[in-house]
Structure formats: C-alpha cells, structure tokens
C-alpha cells in the first residue's frame, strides 16, 4: 500500500526558506507522477509544483516559479519541494500526492495523498 508522508513544515518570516520532504513507499514509483499541493484555510486545494519519478520532468504553478524547486531522490524514494523568498500568501497546509500519470496538475487524477504539513509565513 502506497504510503506518502510529509515534513519539514514550520513557521518562517517572510523571505526565508524551508524544505520539505515527501518519504514514499509502498510502491514502484518509476511512472508516477510525484505532486505538490497547497490549502490555504477557506481556499480550494492548489496545485504547486509537479515532478516526473523517471526523467525528472517538472513543471510549476506561476505563482511559485523562480522561487520553489521540486526534486527527487531515487535512493531515499523520497521528493523534496525547496520554498525560498517565501511570502505571507504562501502559507498553507502542503501536501504531497502521487499519481499513475505522466504529469497532472488537476488534483483529481491523484491517487494517494500524504496527511500534510503546515507551512506558516509571516509578514
């Protein structure tokens, strides 16, 4: 059973940087599509930034290009997504999701979710 587990949340001033990670097992990720998401409170879920387990192949929201950075490690089975010049508008819970797709940024064609972790930026 595919499992996805989250850390590295906290809280952080605006500016500042904070990586998380995504342990995963329970799987043969070699053709998922590994997810990063985000829900801020009364918000809808949003994608953020999405990497393909084999090629590495990643994609962006606009709204965190030039600042996020997702990456994976093969030996670890493990995806990490490096937040740097974080705003206040990017606090939200994070959450990590793995998908039997290319690449999807529709959060509806992901299959497993890890529980989240708080990301909180203050001004």
């Known amino acids: 059973q595919v499992q996805l587990v989250e850390s590295g949340g906290g809280l952080v001033q605006a500016g500042g940087s904070l990586r998380l990670s995504c342990a995963a097992s329970g799987g043969t990720f070699s053709r998922y599509a590994m997810g990063w998401f985000r829900q801020a409170p009364g918000k809808e879920r949003e994608f953020v930034a999405v990497i393909r387990w084999t090629g590495g192949i990643t994609y962006y929201a606009d709204s965190v290009k030039g600042r996020f950075t997702i990456s994976r490690d093969y030996a670890k089975n493990t995806v990490y997504l490096q937040m740097n010049r974080l705003k206040p508008e990017d606090t939200a819970v994070y959450y990590c999701?793995?998908?039997?797709?290319?690449?999807?940024?529709?959060?509806?064609?992901?299959?497993?979710w890890g529980q989240g972790t708080q990301v909180t930026v203050s001004p």
């Open positions: 999701a793995a998908a039997r797709v290319f690449y999807s940024v529709y959060a509806n064609q992901y299959e497993y």
